[in-house]
């Protein structure tokens, strides 16, 4: 049998299991990779050939763990973000991919301080990913990224050490409400991926979400904006003048989180930017001249 083969039986059963044809189809390519040690490339190129001995024997049971809907970030212990592998584990998020959007619109608003001393920082860092990504953007970049999940920082901490970016991504262990009251420095960018999805539909969510992510990093409260309520209320301590604070928001809390911004004295929305599938997904928040 060939790997195609081999790959369309697992789309099948992946189908039967609920996931989409196209879902189902990129997890069973990228699984079968997993297990070969093969980039994409090097996939199209072969995937005619016949399989290699035991290949079976070690993508049969991790096709078996997706049909259970386990992410398969979890399954092969790595996700792609920004371009970069990162390490992932139980208990911490899983980057998405539009998550990557702060990313572009942070070096959109400061691409005139690429090659300049930047002090970042990363709330909620999960993985590391934004502020690994961000470090590996801005090449003078100091980050500070924090997390209130010991899981999280190691996670981080090991992902920034993989990079050889230990030295200018400090990951700490303290909450948002803690790290916002003792905030002495001021940063040039602040990002935040803060749970965002209202209490009342995170029983809705699908099971790779609702069963293998940390409630705590999903939970947005009862509009979904609490955390950012929380950030807001503090930030104009933490930024500098000229500084940008880009947090990511979930369908339909664009106007909320306007009005909320617009009733905090000292700050304004600056940009509102949308994701590929035309939805309101990154928010830019600067400050006013009234503090």
Not at 36 to 41: E, F, K, N, Q, S
Not at 128 to 146: D, H, Q, S, Y
């Amino acid at each position: 049998m060939t790997l195609q083969e081999y790959v369309a039986r697992a789309t099948e059963r992946l189908v039967q299991a609920g996931l989409n044809k196209q879902e189902a189809s990129n997890d069973a390519e990228l699984l079968a990779r997993h297990v070969l040690g093969w980039d994409r490339a090097t996939y199209i190129n072969r995937h005619l050939e016949r399989c290699p001995t035991h290949f079976e024997h070690g993508f049969s049971p991790l096709v078996g763990r997706r049909t259970k809907r386990e992410p398969v970030s979890l399954i092969t212990g790595q996700r792609e973000f920004w371009s970069i592998p990162f390490r992932m584990a139980a208990g911490v998020l899983t980057p998405r991919p539009e998550t990557e959007l702060i990313v572009e619109t942070s070096i959109a608003r400061l691409e005139h301080r690429r090659e300049t001393s930047l002090s970042i920082a990363d709330i909620g860092t999960g993985s590391g990913c934004l502020a690994i990504a961000l470090a590996t953007e801005f090449r003078l970049a100091m980050v500070t990224a924090i997390d209130i999940s010991p899981t999280a920082v190691k996670l981080a901490q090991s992902n920034a050490r993989s990079r050889g970016l230990q030295t200018r991504v400090k990951v700490i262990e303290i909450g948002l409400s803690d790290w916002l009251k003792n905030q002495t420095a001021t940063y040039d960018l602040v990002v935040a991926n803060l749970p965002y999805i209202p209490t009342a539909e995170t029983d809705d969510l699908p099971p790779e979400v609702k069963e293998y992510e940390p409630r705590c990093a999903l939970d947005g409260g009862r509009d979904g904006l609490y955390p950012l309520r929380a950030l807001l209320k503090y930030a104009h301590y933490c930024l500098k003048p000229s500084g940008n604070l880009i947090v990511e928001i979930g369908l339909g809390q664009d106007k909320a989180l306007e009005r909320i911004t617009d009733s905090t004295v000292g700050l304004k929305m600056d940009g509102i930017r949308k994701d590929l599938q035309g939805i309101p997904r990154t928010a830019v928040i600067k400050l006013t001249n009234q503090r």
